[in-house]
């Protein structure tokens, strides 16, 4: 007998088979229902009826990582991934604006993103301007400059933004 993350890990150490792996899944939503079904004599706590429904809500998308094992059991990449936003926050002290945060959740995801898609962030970047009509002619060789520079303070920076966008760049490097 095996707990749903176990089966899952057995069958990417290559113990189980797909067929083995996907027949888990009924065998784990029984033995849940059976624990649902049978609520204990004085009842659920609130908290636990709360949980209770919320399982049979979400019923067909608690095990889908044992029938489609490319999905993970967790979400530990998406908390890592909201590390750096959060660590932002904190040394920052936060957006300070309703359109300050959606700038802030709008970069990270795209950061994110080109890294996960393993892309140049720099040409992604520069393409994301030139389609929206904002980056300016020679833009994509001056950023290109100075990410790829030994020493980014050496270059000569035009403007305050040019050293904003220095400075958020080369935490990424």
């Given at each position: 007998?095996?707990t749903?993350r176990?089966?899952y890990?057995?069958?990417?150490?290559?113990?189980?088979?797909?067929?083995?792996?996907?027949q888990?899944?009924s065998?784990?939503e029984?033995?849940l229902?059976?624990?649902?079904a049978?609520?204990?004599?004085?009842g659920w706590?609130?908290?636990?009826q709360?949980?209770?429904?919320?399982?049979?809500?979400h019923?067909d998308e608690?095990f889908?990582?044992?029938?489609?094992?490319e999905v993970?059991?967790d979400n530990n990449?998406?908390?890592?991934?909201?590390?750096?936003v959060?660590?932002?926050?904190?040394v920052?002290?936060?957006?300070r604006?309703d359109w300050?945060?959606?700038l802030v959740a709008q970069?990270?995801?795209?950061?994110?993103?080109?890294?996960?898609?393993g892309?140049?962030?720099i040409?992604?970047?520069?393409?994301l301007?030139s389609?929206?009509?904002r980056?300016?002619?020679?833009?994509?060789?001056?950023l290109e400059?100075?990410?790829f520079?030994?020493?980014?303070t050496f270059c000569?920076l035009?403007?305050?933004?040019d050293?904003n966008l220095?400075n958020?760049?080369s935490?990424?490097r």
């Amino acid at each position: 007998m095996w707990t749903a993350r176990e089966a899952y890990q057995d069958y990417h150490a290559g113990k189980l088979t797909l067929g083995e792996l996907q027949q888990q899944r009924s065998y784990v939503e029984v033995q849940l229902q059976s624990i649902l079904a049978r609520p204990p004599i004085s009842g659920w706590p609130a908290d636990a009826q709360r949980r209770g429904l919320r399982l049979w809500r979400h019923w067909d998308e608690w095990f889908t990582f044992l029938t489609h094992p490319e999905v993970k059991p967790d979400n530990n990449d998406a908390e890592r991934a909201w590390r750096p936003v959060v660590i932002h926050r904190q040394v920052s002290g936060g957006a300070r604006s309703d359109w300050g945060a959606k700038l802030v959740a709008q970069m990270y995801s795209f950061l994110e993103t080109m890294r996960l898609q393993g892309a140049s962030l720099i040409a992604s970047l520069c393409e994301l301007l030139s389609l929206a009509g904002r980056g300016p002619s020679g833009w994509q060789s001056t950023l290109e400059y100075i990410w790829f520079s030994s020493s980014p303070t050496f270059c000569e920076l035009r403007s305050a933004t040019d050293c904003n966008l220095l400075n958020t760049l080369s935490g990424l490097r």
